[in-house]
């Protein structure tokens, strides 16, 4: 965030180092891209706290326990309506500026350079938007609680043409809901487990399974792929990603591992148990 705010800055100074003779014309487009980079430094650097807060809170949690998942992701759904009702807004706003000081610049040079703040500003934009759908997928408010959240996910992974991704989920209807934290934990076991199998597995098919038994549920994603990462290659590609799998699975008091496939065939299983936790 804040290198991105430097590069706004450094490229607000290069367009009034190519202006020698400034018109009053340029001088107020100047003055007016100097104050679009100073609103969204500002909008950054206010939300910076939070959104650190809301993106390492991971580490601070360890295994504590549901409640401070609970309130971790409190956290990131006021981070997520702020980033929607006031940074958003606000970068469209500058886009939409720099647009029109583009149109009223006469020297070349310097229209190219706000025209490639605008794309700049625009990139960002679409950046906070997968950033506010990180903080809360969607997926969980769509409807059908966990198992309708995971249908979604795992048809969006086929949709890629990549893969070919089976399900074997509760009906929404006969699924009773859980705590906001335990859904959220499986549902982003299964998305990272998904984008591992996307990235690096070279799988052909994938299935999404999810079952309960005394209290407990076991999500399981299995591929047809190249199978488990060997230590060295788990530090050098997918650790941060595995790791993440645990550590989630860990806040809410469960275990996530992963291991060939049990049939022996050419594969990974990815199986993660938590504890139920309903509403």
Known sequence: MRGA?????LAAIGLLGVLPRPSDLDLAVGASVILCVLGL????????????????GDVFVGGLGEQLVA?????????????????GPALAGIRLRLDVAAERVAQPGTRQLILDA?????????????????????????????????????????????????????EPETARRLSFA???AVYR???????????????????????????????????????PPRPGALRRRRGIGLASMARRAQDTGGTCEVLPRPDGTPGTLVRARLPRSET
């Not at 705010?5 to 800055?9: G, P, R, S, W, Y």
């Not at 430094?41 to 993106?55: E, I, M, T, Y």
């Not at 679409?126 to 997928?137: A, S, V």
Request: aromatic residues 2%.
């Open 118 to 170: 605008a794309a700049e500003t625009a990139r960002t934009v679409d950046d906070i938007r997968r950033i506010i759908d990180d903080l809360r997928p969607p997926d969980l408010e769509g409807g059908g609680g966990l198992p309708g959240a995971l249908r979604r996910l795992a048809h969006r992974a086929g949709a890629t043409g990549q893969l070919d991704v089976h399900v074997d989920l509760p």
């Open 189 to 227: 076991i299964a998305s990272e487990a998904l984008t591992n199998v996307l990235r690096h597995a070279r799988a052909r098919t994938a299935e999404v399974r999810l079952t309960e038994h005394e209290g407990w549920l076991t999500l399981e994603v299995t591929d047809d792929g190249s199978g």
């Open 71 to 87: 309130a971790r992701e409190d956290e990131r759904s006021r981070l997520r309506v702020d980033l929607h009702d006031s940074l």
């Open 182 to 184: 335990t859904e959220l």
């Open 5 to 9: 705010a430097a590069l706004v800055c």
């Open 41 to 56: 430094v500002g909008h950054a650097w206010g939300v910076l706290p939070h959104w650190r807060l809301a993106r390492h």
